[in-house]
């Protein structure tokens, strides 16, 4: 996230001045002023990591405000030329003192850098070390950076207030139009429900108008269709607004290539057999976001084929002769292995399930699936995020339950928590008391309780106590379980423990979902945050196809694996994460379909909808909450906290 061209340039003419200035003291060096003269020359022609080279070599032969200065020019241009981490190195070795121009380059780099991982208040907090006096220049970028932390806050009308008064800081144009795409990206960070908040306090027509179509933009990421009649809606209702314009023409077309769909396409499911049923709901999916798309003539040719009775592989070569020019299918694991082998027609297409660890993928092939283990892989990290470090596990005795337990154990080291201990129940009874006792070590506490009352010779009042190292309880469970186990550690002194789920654990409807109240789970949107959009076809389904209740997740899946082809097809998938109703989707180097979750705790039966956390998504590193050292200011600096 770098700063508009023009803050750039003053910025660098500004280090340049301050080291022109600084060069007769270089130290080591027989001719800084030559070595700077000859950086310069190399940022104006673009090449910022060799003049971070030069500028590194004078900060080593330089002392104390000299070399703080080269630091901090290197520093500048490693951040220019994405080298982050090394940016980040050389401004945690400038030492200070600071003042003026120095001290808020210093600080506004800082914020950059912190910015970029997601540290909105570090980044907060080294604008507030910011001198009174700034150029026109450092106002702007002071400005930029406070909107992007806003944004990151959650806060998109005070983002857009900065950003709006920046304008009137900006030399001409093209900067000005630069500037509504800053509102407009740092708006796309927003969750819808923060942008509908906003909006419904917000009086100031100008931002109203800002929220107002980034809303339209989220309700379009799951279900672009819906786009084009949301944006004639707004035009309607705001006249005039500056968003109408450069940057409203370039997200229609954005949007534009996502419902741009080939000719043909071939959709593999076994329509007869075991798996009819969900195949069923996976189809009614794909065709409900089929009937989405208003426009007819811009529809694909759907031709569904059934892999039971054809073959997996013969159904595949025929949908090619018939002239398919996008594949989506089969379902089952072994399907997807027989298509992968004959896929040499090198026809696009995505697989509903993962090939098996070892198989590669052979070329435009994709791979989609609704998989336990990157659910358990979810709740470690929500655990994490939310500074537990050791839990206990509670999993069925079977292949699924060592699945999750296996995927959440190794996640949850990889975020630095332990799991104490697990125990596996068996899903045939009714009281898994023996399993929840010898985990929270109860039985023991009986124990002593006994060789006590055995040593004293006389009967005690007691109540057990459960071991007390634990701080979460990861619960893998269906709901008819889910709905015995909740309440039964609730018995065994166990109240007080936060529970944590994949989505298994809840199907909407039931009336006994008030004996999970307090259990935190990962789950899609389609289940826990419908939208107006979502809820209204929502409700078509139930209408329709009743039956589907308990499918309502694979129909999710038909319906995403629908809105995918165009990017697929394109080869545009991958270019930013998409916003569907599975969850949100993302492209991994494997070319499989990731999913992010939301996150719901279920409060009187009903999901509840939580806030996202950082560290709730699947890239790795993608945090880094640690800023840059703070330098000793003199006494006398004077500086701007807000």
């Known amino acids: 996230m770098q700063a508009n061209k023009e803050i750039m340039k003053g910025c660098l003419a500004l280090i340049a001045a301050l080291l022109v200035a600084s060069c007769t003291s270089g130290g080591g060096v027989r001719d800084p002023g030559r070595l700077s003269a000859q950086a310069t020359r190399l940022e104006q022609r673009g090449d910022y ?3 971070a080279t030069i ?66 208040r570090g980044a907060v907090e080294l604008l ?58 740092g708006l796309q960070q927003v969750p819808l429900q923060d942008l509908q908040e906003a909006l419904s306090v917000t009086e100031d027509p100008l931002i109203a108008g800002w929220l107002s179509l980034a809303a339209v933009a989220k309700l379009a990421d799951r279900n672009p269709f819906a786009f084009k009649s949301g944006i004639a809606n707004w035009r309607n209702q705001q006249p005039g607004h500056p968003a109408d314009g450069e940057l409203l023409l370039r ?48 529809r694909p040719d759907i031709r ?64 989609f699936a609704l998989v336990p283990e990157d659910e358990a892989r979810a709740v470690a990290r929500r655990i994490a995020a939310l500074g537990f470090t050791r839990g206990l596990a509670l999993i069925p005795n079977n292949d699924w339950g060592m699945r999750l337990i296996s995927a959440f154990q190794d996640e949850l080291q990889i975020q630095g928590g332990e799991l104490l201990d697990y125990r596996a129940y068996d899903v045939g009874v009714q009281d898994f008391s023996s399993s929840i006792t010898r985990l929270l070590m109860l039985t023991e506490s009986r124990s002593r309780r006994s060789r006590l009352q055995s040593t004293l010779g006389v009967r005690l009042e007691f109540e057990p106590r459960r071991r007390q190292d634990t701080e979460f309880v990861f619960l893998a469970a269906r709901p008819a379980q889910g709905r015995q186990i909740k309440p039964q550690l609730k018995y065994h002194y166990a109240a007080d423990l936060p529970v944590f789920s994949t989505s298994a ?57 629908y809105r995918m082809v165009p990017l697929l097809h394109r080869g545009s998938f991958g270019d930013r994460p998409v916003a569907g109703m599975s969850g949100t989707l993302w492209l991994d180097s494997d070319r499989r379909i ?19 956390l950082i560290n709730d998504f699947s890239d790795p590193g993608m945090v880094d909450s640690s800023v840059v050292a703070e330098p000793p200011v003199s006494d006398d600096d004077q500086s701007l906290g807000n």
């Open 49 to 51: 990591q060799e003049a």
């Open 55 to 120: 500028y590194l070599r004078l900060a080593r032969s330089s002392k104390a405000a000299d070399r703080d200065r080269y630091l901090l020019a290197a520093a500048f241009d490693l951040y220019q030329s994405g080298e982050d981490e090394r940016a980040r190195d050389a401004l945690q070795r400038v030492v200070g003192p600071l003042q003026g121009g120095v001290l808020s380059r210093w600080a506004l780099l800082g914020a950059s850098l912190a910015l970029l991982h997601h540290d909105a």
């Open 128 to 185: 507030g070390k910011l001198p009174i006096e700034l150029s026109l220049e450092d106002q702007a970028w002071a400005y930029l950076l406070r909107a992007k932390s806003s944004f990151q806050f959650g806060q998109p009308r005070n983002g857009i207030e900065f950003l709006v008064y920046r304008e009137n800081l900006l030399p001409d144009e093209s900067a000005r139009e630069n500037n509504l795409q800053e509102i407009w990206n």
């Open 251 to 298: 997200i229609i077309d954005a949007y534009r290539i996502s419902t741009e769909y080939p000719q043909q396409v071939a959709l593999l499911l076994p329509t007869s057999g075991r798996q009819q049923s969900a195949a069923l709901a996976i189809r009614e999916g794909f065709m409900a976001a089929y009937f989405q798309q208003t426009d007819a003539s811009l």
């Open 304 to 367: 569904i084929y059934d892999v039971n009775e054809l073959g997996p592989a013969n159904a595949y070569r025929l949908a090619i002769v018939e002239g398919a020019d996008f594949v989506v299918g089969p379902l089952t694991r072994p399907a997807v292995a027989a298509v992968a082998e004959n896929n040499v027609a090198q026809v696009r297409t995505l697989a509903l399930n993962f090939l098996g660890r070892n198989s590669d993928a052979p070329d435009g092939f994709y791979q």
């Open 505 to 561: 654990i809840f199907s909407p409807g039931n009336a006994n979902n008030r004996l999970l109240n307090g259990v935190s789970f990962a789950d899609m949107p389609w289940m826990i945050d419908p939208d107006l959009l979502e809820g209204q076809l929502s409700e078509s389904v139930n209408d329709v196809w009743p039956a589907l209740a308990s499918r309502g997740r694979l129909f999710a899946m038909g319906f995403d694996a």
């Open 594 to 612: 990731r999913r992010d979750l939301d996150w719901a705790e279920i409060d009187n039966g009903k999901p509840r909808l939580l806030p996202p």
